[in-house]
């Protein structure tokens, strides 16, 4: 078997890894959660679950990658053969699932890059971009699929293209060469958008909107989910991109300095983003004399509907859109590429495979995926899977994977891992390894499983009070369900696969 390839520094090891976490929900998702959620008071739930999940789980998915240098599947299998299918379930639905309806969603962008150059969406964005770009019947029926959308589908087909040139190239010369470009590009437009609105008319009330505290919020129960549950999603935890990506460290790597640089970077990220967002909506609101809640919304409709209307608005909008649009595609392209490279990284571990050979075939495979969701209901059959595969899936993942590291693994292990790269020594080593660890092991244990329980619990009891969005049972069941499910069976039959050269000791 060939050497296992590696990172060039480990500064393209953290370009890539914040690139997979820094997606389009930092930027469409996280300023509409702290605004419903206590605005500046949300922060405190916030950086609780930082802290306390967060950097915990991505610091145990970096040290079980790179103390085992394996992908999802090989680490799990590492621990016990019988939970091999656990990796292979993560990295098995995100693939064939998130990245397919994640990379139309991009396709949406480039489309809309385009459209802002002359504001194609003209004075309705919302009719312009459910009925006529999406070509949508305005019901709920997941059944009346209707044709593909070609500009769509063209995008889609660009956008995977790209995806594969990345992926193509290998980790060095493919994945790190190509985040040292995007990573400083995303962060030079972000800074751009954010100075350029923050100087628009209005741009204080949205921001006072944005980080005035309610703290009478926090002792609401939902609050604190939607923290963990923001946190979670927004680290790629649960993905099985950030083991796939440690494995491919130095030895001589310090896990628990890149899990902050990382888990830190994301977080600010996140609310740095959210001043831009809040400062264009403020500046939406004083022009046409409404409230702030009059205009804001959430992901989808903020990306297509709220943001083009004042990309309309704006004087050089059409320069302020491109950059916004150009801004998700880099977004997205950072963490699709993330998400291929796991699936990738398991299937060369398992079967030894030509890595060049396999790159082809998964993103011809992920392209046809993706078609579906570029039909006349695309837009219902995402709004479904995303919410069972982040829901359920990714929460299932966090926690059985807490669980099998803490509890059966033992944390101990991966501790020893973490100190031996420190390069600490006396008074500070004892301090470092009687509190800090003890304290990660603890949240490992105890406090991640927790409170994802509670969230997958509180969802599951909306679930049975009524169908997901009021959409027919037959489409959530068969759908969202459905999806969990095929994975999860064919997670099962990789697992039973023979590994080429006898499985990993």
């Not at 909008?317 to 398991?346: D, N, P």
Request: aromatic share 16%; hydrophobic share 55%.
């Amino acid at each position: 078997m060939k050497d296992r390839s590696k990172w060039g520094t480990n500064a393209g090891f953290l370009l890539a890894a914040i690139g997979s976490a820094i997606g389009l929900g930092n930027i469409w998702r996280f300023p509409y959660v702290a605004y419903e959620n206590g605005g500046g008071a949300f922060l405190i739930p916030y950086f609780v679950a930082l802290f306390t999940a967060g950097i915990p789980i991505l610091m145990l998915e970096f040290a079980l990658g790179h103390h085992r240098e394996a992908s999802a599947p090989k680490a799990f299998r590492h621990i016990d053969a019988k939970w091999e299918w656990l990796g292979w379930w993560a990295v098995t639905f995100v693939m064939f699932g998130i990245s397919l309806y994640y990379i139309v969603i991009m396709g949406w962008c480039a489309n809309y890059m385009v459209f802002s150059l002359n504001c194609a969406w003209g004075e309705d964005p919302n009719t312009f971009f459910f009925d006529e770009f999406l070509g949508m019947s305005g019901n709920k029926d997941v059944w009346q699929i209707g044709g593909i959308s070609w500009p769509i589908a063209t995008a889609v087909a660009v956008i995977w293209l790209i995806n594969w040139i990345i992926a193509y190239g290998g980790i060095e010369k493919g994945i790190e060469r190509a985040v040292k470009i995007m990573m400083p590009v995303l962060f030079l437009i972000t800074a751009v958008i954010i100075v350029w609105a923050l100087f628009l008319p209005g741009a204080q009330k949205g921001i006072k909107h944005y980080v005035t505290p309610d703290f009478n919020k926090i002792t609401d129960l939902k609050v604190w989910i939607a923290a963990y549950g923001q946190i979670f999603f927004s680290l790629s935890l649960g993905f099985g991109i950030m083991i796939a990506y440690s494995s491919y460290l130095s030895r001589e790597a310090n896990i628990f300095k890149n899990s902050l640089i990382v888990g830190f970077s994301n977080s600010m990220y996140e609310v740095f983003a959210g001043f831009g967002v809040f400062a264009i909506l403020g500046y939406m609101a004083t022009r046409q004399s409404q409230e702030i809640k009059e205009v804001v919304s959430s992901g989808i409709g903020l990306a297509f509907v709220a943001y083009p209307k004042a990309i309309s608005l704006l004087p050089s909008g059409s320069y302020f859109g491109f950059l916004f649009f150009l801004l998700l595609i880099i977004a997205g392209i950072s963490s699709s590429i993330s998400i291929i490279e796991a699936f990738t990284s398991a299937i060369l571990d398992k079967f030894a495979l030509a890595r060049k050979k396999v790159i082809t075939v998964i993103c011809l495979l992920g392209f046809f995926g993706s078609l579906v969701f570029t039909t006349h209901v695309g837009l219902l059959w995402l709004d479904i899977v995303d919410h069972f595969l982040n829901q359920y899936g990714l929460i299932t993942v966090g926690i059985v994977e807490a669980l099998i590291v803490g509890w059966i693994y033992r944390t101990d292990k991966l501790k020893a891992h973490i100190v031996s790269n420190l390069g600490l020594s006396g008074t500070r080593h004892k301090i470092f390894d009687y509190v800090i660890l003890q304290l990660w092991m603890y949240c490992i244990r105890f406090i991640t499983p927790v409170a994802l329980g509670i969230a997958i619990i509180h969802s599951l009891i909306g679930e049975f009070a009524e169908p997901y969005s009021d959409y027919p049972v037959s489409g959530v069941i068969i759908l969202g369900v459905g999806w969990l499910l095929v994975t999860h069976i064919f997670a099962f039959g990789l697992s039973g696969l023979p590994w080429r050269g006898g499985p990993p000791r």
